[in-house]
């Protein structure tokens, strides 16, 4: 089936069917389906096309990876099943389950499909199958990591001056002795595990974390400071003392997750928001001031005064040799509400 968009935030066509979106959880989807979340245009299972970035559709379990929840919320999803996510801990999936931590889009036991960039996913260990073979035995000479032939002269060019950022560090997942953490300190879950002044930077792989050096690990989340700053507070209205969304803050499926006087920027992809730094999670809405938004500094072109000939001066006379395409039985990508 073609990925469609048959509404958004729920109205006459919910709960949404088979490869039907824009869903934002799974009991928005009718029985036997679950909501399949994205970054961007990842494959949905069962399902054909690319649909809209970022938007979500409706898809069968079968194994495949799906968003269930995030940080115990919601409570009812918790503990997560097989190829479920996102997981920060063992005590995070059901019983006899592993939580599987990524780097990027790794290949989890077990699952099917690519899932969310960075996001990790419950597996069942016993699923596992060992290597068919044993590693290669150590070998026998020792290695000489001196250079034969060092250099004597020193570099040409001095080096870099010192950032003045500070570099990403992971110093503890869910808590802990160091909570709440300080700046550019990671793993986050939320802005209450950051100190006073800073907000949780949630990333969907290493993108950059404002007022901080490096990558760090890709799908962890530091702690930074706010300063219009592309921030994920929320989302679908939780937690709920996050809504609504102050300025450059996500994620927004409408201007009434907004503050008053902030309207909701769809975005597609990694769109850059009006008056906000930063690039933010990929795919998601954030919102903004919209009277922050400065207009072209000059007018339009004016219309030219000679007419512009759309006829060609050497027309071709005879026809094409080859016949035009016979139409697609595939179905266009549509916008029902």
């Given amino acids: 089936l073609p990925l469609v968009i048959m509404g958004d935030n729920g109205g006459d066509n919910f709960p949404l069917g088979r490869c039907e979106g824009d869903c934002d959880s799974h009991d928005q989807c009718q029985s036997g389906l679950l909501c399949y979340q994205r970054g961007g245009t990842e494959p949905v299972p069962g399902c054909d096309g ?29 503990p997560l099943g097989l190829c479920e996510g996102d997981c920060d801990n063992d005590g995070d ?25 960075g996001k990790d996913y419950c597996y069942d260990p016993n699923l596992s199958s060992p290597t068919s073979s044993s590693t290669s035995p150590p070998t026998s000479t020792p290695i000489n990591l001196i250079s034969s032939s060092p250099t004597y ?100 499926d409408n201007d009434g997750d907004c503050a008053d006087g902030l309207v909701c920027f769809e975005r597609s992809g990694m769109d850059v928001v009006p008056g906000c730094a930063g690039l933010g999670v ?32 050497s027309p071709t006379y005879q026809p094409s040799k080859s016949p035009t395409k016979a139409p697609s039985s595939d179905l266009p990508l549509v916008i029902m509400g």
């Fill in 50 to 78: 690319t649909g809209i970035s970022g938007k979500d559709y409706c898809a069968e379990k079968k194994n495949n990876l799906f968003i269930s929840g995030n940080n115990g919320n919601p409570s009812s999803s918790f």
């Fill in 153 to 252: 002269q020193p570099s040409k060019s001095p080096t870099k001056a010192p950032s003045s950022d500070l570099p990403l560090v992971i110093m503890g997942d869910n808590g802990g002795d160091n909570f709440p953490l300080g700046r550019c300190e990671g793993d986050c879950d939320s802005h209450d595990q950051c100190q006073s002044g800073l907000l949780c930077y949630q990333r969907g792989g290493t993108e950059p974390v404002p007022g901080c050096d490096g990558t760090g690990i890709s799908g962890k989340d530091y702690c930074a400071e706010k300063k219009n700053n592309l921030f994920i507070s929320g989302n679908n209205g939780n937690p709920s003392s996050s809504f609504p969304l102050g300025l450059c803050e996500g994620d927004c």
């Fill in 93 to 117: 999936c059901a019983d006899g389950l592993v939580c599987f931590e990524r780097s990027g889009m790794d290949v989890v036991p077990g699952c099917a499909g690519l899932g969310v960039y």
């Fill in 282 to 313: 990929y795919g998601k809405d954030y919102c903004y001031d919209p009277n922050l938004s400065s207009p072209t500094s000059s007018s339009t072109s004016p219309p030219t005064s000679t007419p512009i000939n759309l006829i060609s001066s």
